[in-house]
């Protein structure tokens, strides 16, 4: 496998959460690959400092509030390396990326969207299971110390599933993963972070723009405001990410700045 195929593991890898054939399948590449080597150690580092910054900022009552609540989801079962449908969405996402190439999507993006695809194919893709947008804000909060809005989507019968906290590029990103029916939707937001809209499609949707473009089966909705970037990453239909896109831009435009 080369660097393009393995590099969405490497973060699982890192947080211990790859089953023992996909470990297998990694450890045998970083014994040939000082970048992907590297890009471990930096994904150990960027853990250890968020956790460093949690020992030293959180406050003891809203540490106590974030400990009750933690369900931090049993180590995963062995998940069979890239068996059926996950070789399949691997490779398209591999092409997909390379077929891009020359009307390509925002880096940014393509990153998530390899993110959302390698999270998915681990058993839980979440760091911190919660069904409840309130208790996933205060773990957001502590851990990245800012706000991350937490739409309700289950009028739509979309239901929240839990949070991570992702790496992307060093900038630590906020995961929030939902599922209707069988379908995950991802949404990301990266703070201080504006994503160009490269070569993507705009759409126009209740009065305000978004960006679209379509990689390795899923479609991703991106736009940025004055603090933060986000993507909504998901194979739901179009319709359905922009109602959840412009749901999570009202909330944010009521909510008071943290
Ligand atoms: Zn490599």
Same mark, same amino acid.
């Given at each position: ?74 180590? @995963?079962?062995?998940? $069979?390396?890239?068996?059926? *449908? +996950?070789? =399949?969405? /691997?490779? #398209?996402?591999? &092409?997909?990326? @390379?077929?891009?190439? $020359?009307?390509?999507?925002? *880096? +940014?993006? =393509?990153? /998530?969207? #390899?993110?959302? &695809? ?10 911190? *299971? +919660? ?128």
């Amino acid at each position: 496998m080369d660097c393009a195929e393995i590099r969405p593991y490497l973060e699982p890898y890192a947080d211990g959460e790859l089953g023992v054939d996909a470990v297998v399948a990694v450890d045998s590449h970083l014994a040939e690959c000082a970048g992907c080597r590297e890009q471990v150690a930096r994904h150990r580092r960027f853990r250890e400092l968020l956790r460093r910054q949690l020992r030293e900022t959180a406050a003891p009552e809203l540490r106590a509030r974030v400990a009750g609540a933690v369900r931090r989801e049993a180590r @995963r079962r062995v998940t $069979p390396w890239m068996a059926g *449908a +996950a070789a =399949a969405a /691997l490779l #398209a996402l591999v &092409v997909g990326l @390379r077929a891009l190439a $020359p009307s390509s999507p925002p *880096a +940014a993006v =393509a990153e /998530l969207v #390899a993110k959302h &695809v390698a999270f998915s194919r681990i058993d839980s893709p979440v760091e911190f *299971a +919660a069904t409840d947008g309130a208790v996933l804000r205060d773990w957001f909060r502590e851990r990245l110390r800012v706000g991350v809005t937490v739409p309700d989507y289950t009028p739509a019968g979309i239901r929240l599933l839990g949070g991570r906290i992702a790496d992307t590029d060093g900038r630590p990103a906020a995961y929030l993963l939902y599922e209707k029916g069988r379908t995950l939707m991802s949404v990301f937001m990266v703070p201080g972070e504006v994503f160009a809209p490269g070569r993507a499609r705009t759409l126009s949707y209740h009065g305000a723009t978004y960006y679209e473009v379509d990689l390795a089966g899923q479609r991703a909705v991106f736009w940025s405001d004055r603090d933060a970037s986000f993507g909504l990453i998901s194979a739901l239909d179009e319709d359905a990410l922009l109602e959840c896109a412009d749901r999570l831009r009202a909330l944010r435009a009521a909510e008071p700045r943290a």
